[in-house]
């Protein structure tokens, strides 16, 4: 049982980091696509009324890709509590060089739990 488990958790973590660097390309693309349009709009030396219209759509996309990230990353948050859940918090997906987690609090800053002698 343990074995299926940690199966579809590499799975499902896979899909993961896909859908995750997929969502960062896109938002990479949309950002070049939205500069361009304005450097090319001054390099023509076009009035600033000259495409607007597509620009405004262009950063909508923007906003909801920015909107997706912020959803995948929920997430991937709500996933690792998932994993705990069914008995896999020992599990680790990926080499952890790719995307390193930031440290985890200690002592007084960890919330309900406390550092004791």
Not at 36 to 41: E, L, P, S, W
Request: proline share 3%; with cysteine; charged share 25%.
């Amino acid at each position: 049982m343990l074995k299926a488990r940690r199966s579809a958790a590499i799975k499902v973590a896979e899909s993961l980091f896909a859908a995750e660097q997929a969502i960062d390309n896109a938002l990479a693309r949309a950002a070049e696509l939205n500069g361009n349009i304005v450097t090319a709009r001054i390099d023509a030396k076009l009035s600033a009324l000259v495409g607007q219209d597509a620009f405004e759509v262009s950063a909508s996309a923007f906003a909801a890709l920015a909107r997706a990230r912020c959803d995948i990353v929920e997430t991937h948050k709500r996933l690792s509590e998932t994993k705990i859940q069914v008995g896999l918090r020992t599990i680790a997906v990926g080499d952890g060089t790719d995307w390193p987690k930031p440290p985890q609090p200690t002592g007084e800053q960890s919330g309900h739990l406390k550092v004791v002698a």
